[in-house]
Antibody
Framework: EVQLVESGGGLVQPGGSLRLSCAAS????????MSWVRQAPGKGLEWVAN????????YYVDSVKGRFTISRDNAKNSLYLQMNSLRAEDTAVYYC???????????WGQGTLVTVSS | QSVLTQPPSVSGAPGQRVTISCTGS?????????VHWYQQLPGTAPKLLIY???NRPSGVPDRFSGSKSGTSASLAISGLQAEDEADYYC???????????FGGGTKLTVL
């Protein structure tokens, strides 16, 4: 059974940093692109970033470029999102998701809440 | 303002059929990129409902169907059931923005 379990969310002050983790199991992690998708409270979904199987390609939405870094450790079956210079508008539930073969997410984690507030 | 436009809400009685539209542009749906649909039940993570415009993952009932034409796509739900009450999102890729894009979401109410 495919499982994705996020952790690392919490309350952080504006300008602060946070590192999210996603532990994957039930599939060959190193064979899949992986994504982070976020959802602000009461709002819709927003794709944040994704990373190729070997980590050689990474893509980001403009609003997080230069502040967020996606990475992975295939030996640990783990996906990460390093978030720096956090802003109030980054407040959201962050979901880790496995990508299917063509620009879609076929499995999602339960999400971790990040709150940026003073 | 989402790149893909969905109606904020739709409703229907049990047993009825409803459709949810997703309108894009020449840089996403109209450029030939596939449309995918997700169902988000209250308080839960999104779940893949339709991929590649019209394909259902295993376990998704055939009451759910998807289609695409031109710069738009649609999700149809037939034989509405109370448990279908959820938020539905369409998603594609936009070549001008070079990002995945989602619709704003549609809340389905089963009357």
């Amino acid at each position: 059974e495919v499982q994705l379990v996020e952790s690392g969310g919490g309350l952080v002050q504006p300008g602060g940093s946070l590192r999210l983790s996603c532990a994957a199991s039930g599939f060959t992690f190193s064979s899949y692109w992986m994504s982070w998708v976020r959802q602000a409270p009461g709002k819709g979904l927003e794709w944040v970033a994704n990373i190729k199987q070997d980590g050689s390609e990474k893509y980001y939405v403009d609003s997080v470029k230069g502040r967020f870094t996606i990475s992975r450790d295939n030996a640990k079956n783990s996906l990460y999102l390093q978030m720096n210079s956090l802003r109030a508008e980054d407040t959201a539930v962050y979901y880790c998701a496995r990508e299917g073969s063509g620009y879609w997410c076929d499995y999602w984690g339960q999400g971790t809440l990040v709150t940026v507030s003073s | 303002q989402s790149v893909l436009t969905q109606p904020p809400s739709v409703s229907g009685a049990p047993g009825q059929r409803v459709t949810i539209s997703c309108t894009g542009s020449s840089s996403n749906i109209g450029a030939g990129y596939d449309v995918h649909w997700y169902q988000q039940l209250p308080g839960t993570a999104p779940k893949l409902l339709i991929y590649g415009n019209s394909n259902r993952p295993s376990g998704v009932p055939d009451r759910f169907s998807g289609s695409k034409s031109g710069t738009s796509a649609s999700l149809a739900i037939s034989g509405l059931q109370a448990e279908d009450e959820a938020d539905y999102y369409c998603q594609s890729y936009d070549s001008s923005l070079s990002v995945w894009v989602f619709g704003g979401g549609t809340k389905l109410t089963v009357l």
